[in-house]
């Protein structure tokens, strides 16, 4: 090509420049040097371009496309490149901690985590959302799960064992509870001496103890945790705005929040004057709806609004305490996670994972290992972290590095397989068949079939039929069509109107529940949590309300003749 006396050398490294510079050449370009008759001339160019990474295209736009894709490509790689470059110079400037100063902060961790559990389980409404798990998994015991952490049990996962522990605590619970009640009933009664209130005072606070005592003996799932802290939160918020609003009322009469039904009282009896521009009756009416909205907050709580806000104080304090002691832990152990994935991507380098994949991986389990390290065992973090660090990132390459999900069983089958076929290689010298390889693993041929088939290679359906050919037809033009067709499509979105026409009869929370859960509002669905976060309830509460809603619409889709098929979801 370059000893070409048809086209000069100079002619080539102009053409190359051009493309390099603007990010491809189109044929005008190329035939504007070189005539289209000389075809050896112009496959030897092309080559030429293809090897330095030169584009050629038929028209500028397509080539102003293509370019503008490759500088975004090349950006985002940058990016990328640059994060990583950052993260690997950040960690140079760590320092790994000794053995006590991993004990210092792993303990903080501890006591910082055991802070913000007292302060969810002292507030009364713990009891509540405990006993109704307890009955949740009395009918269903797999789920005892949801509420014990299954690592900190002290048998091993023992499913039966968590089930018996949680029902004993909750009768214990419930029997105290009733002891509550009845000095509370006491307490409350008109006539009751100084002496018997402080020895009923007393006798509740001993009361209470017990009930937290019985429930910091249970280890309780971080969600379970977390979702009941959500619920407190959320309800703490909800007073607070309650409570601003009141202020806002009593500043409008010009007096203190205690005193607004006096002020107005007196306003009324012609006493006091009457602020100018307050109309009186919408405000005694704010105020009234105020107070039992304050009052049946309270008693979800199951205390007054100041209790509830040293409770709230309490977990923010020793959330922010663990918080901090876990990233300490985790800063130190970042070349922990970087060496693993390192090895792994190397070792595993035709999973398709990248480093940076493997580093947020590992990341994630060594938040597990903080939350399960205990540091008077005599262990260093960095060994025990080790395990789950490793644990994260096989599980993140198996589970994501294909792309069709494989469970885990089937590659445990796949795994056992594979050993059974190296051995009977090895014995007799010829790949073993299927009924021999289903014989020596135990496995019956048609779950041999299937889990050999699972890993099969994935192809795009965009691969056309015939590689040699460019304008050959794809697999996707073949596939049959498995939609709706147009008349399917048109009767179930009607189908669809009518339902949410039925919901629309709905009333009250049970209307709110379906149309969040449906997404119908703002068009995203919400799950159970938030939207018992938005309403200051629980999980399980929403649970109960979405299917009694369901259940009035069921009833009204078979008399209207829809069916009940609809709602299945």
Not at 33 to 52: A, G, I, K
Not at 158 to 181: G, S
Not at 393 to 411: A, F, W
């Amino acid at each position: 090509m370059t000893n070409s006396k048809l086209i000069s050398n100079l002619d080539v490294q102009t053409l190359a420049t051009r493309g390099a510079k603007q990010g491809y050449l189109t044929y005008t370009e190329i035939f504007g040097v070189l005539h289209s008759d000389l075809v050896d001339e112009l496959d030897d160019l092309l080559v030429y371009l293809q090897r330095h990474k030169v584009p050629v295209v038929d028209s500028i736009q397509e080539g102003e496309r293509l370019a503008r894709a490759r500088k975004s490509a090349s950006y985002s790689t940058v990016a990328a490149s640059d994060a990583l470059s950052s993260y690997l110079r950040e960690i140079n400037s760590l320092v790994n901690f000794d053995r006590e100063e991993e004990i210092l902060y792993a303990r903080a961790y501890r006591e910082g985590v055991v802070r913000a559990m007292r302060a969810v389980v002292d507030a009364r409404m713990f009891v509540g959302q405990v006993l109704m798990a307890a009955t949740r998994i009395r009918k269903t015991p797999k789920k005892v799960w949801e509420v014990v952490d299954r690592h900190r049990t002290n048998e091993e996962g023992a499913q039966e064992a968590a089930v018996t522990q949680l029902h004993e605590m909750a009768q214990n619970l419930a029997k105290r509870q009733k002891e509550e009640r009845r000095v509370l009933s006491k307490l409350g009664r008109r006539g009751v001496s100084v002496e018997e209130a402080k020895s009923l005072s007393a006798k509740l606070k001993t009361i209470r103890t017990k009930i937290t005592d019985l429930l910091v003996g249970i280890p309780f799932e971080q969600k379970f945790l977390d979702e009941i802290a959500a619920t407190m939160m959320a309800l703490h918020k909800r007073l607070e705005e309650a409570k601003s609003q009141r202020e806002g009322l009593a500043s409008q009469l010009g007096v203190e929040v205690a005193r607004i039904d006096r002020a107005v009282r007196q306003i009324r009896h012609e006493e006091m004057e009457a602020p100018r521009g307050v109309d009186l009756d919408v405000l005694d009416r704010e105020h009234k709806n105020l107070k039992r909205r304050i009052r049946r907050m309270e008693k979800q709580a199951g205390m007054d609004f100041g209790g509830l806000h040293r409770a709230v104080l309490r977990y923010r304090a020793g959330v922010l305490k663990s918080q901090r002691a876990r990233d300490a832990l985790i800063l130190s152990a970042q070349r922990l996670v970087l060496s693993s994935a390192r090895y792994y991507g190397r070792r595993l380098g035709g999973s398709g994972m990248e480093v940076a994949d493997l580093i947020s991986a590992g990341n994630l389990g060594l938040m597990r290992a903080v939350e399960l390290f205990d540091p008077d065992r005599g262990n260093r973090f960095s060994t025990f972290a080790g395990h789950w660090v490793r644990h994260a990132m096989i599980r993140t390459i198996h589970t994501q590095s294909r792309t069709v999900y494989v469970p885990p069983h089937i590659r445990q089958q796949m795994s056992k397989i594979l050993a059974v076929e190296n051995e009977l290689l090895q014995q007799h010298g010829r790949v073993p068949s299927k009924e021999e390889l289903a014989e020596a693993s135990g496995i019956d041929i048609p779950k041999l079939r299937h889990t050999l088939q699972s890993f099969g290679r994935v192809s795009s359906i965009d691969r056309p039929l015939d590689p040699d050919d460019s304008g050959s037809a794809t697999y996707g033009d073949i596939l049959a069509d498995r939609g709706l067709t147009p008349d399917q499509e048109l009767e179930s979105a009607e189908r669809k109107d009518l339902v949410r026409k039925l919901a629309e009869r709905l009333e009250g929370r049970e209307r709110t529940i379906v149309f969040m859960r449906m997404g119908w509002d703002n068009d995203d669905p919400m799950t159970l949590a938030e939207i018992g976060s938005r309403f200051g309830i629980s999980r399980q509460r929403v649970e109960q309300l979405e299917k009694r809603a369901l259940g009035k619409l069921r009833r009204w889709a078979r008399a209207t003749g829809l069916g009940d098929p609809l709602l299945g979801r």
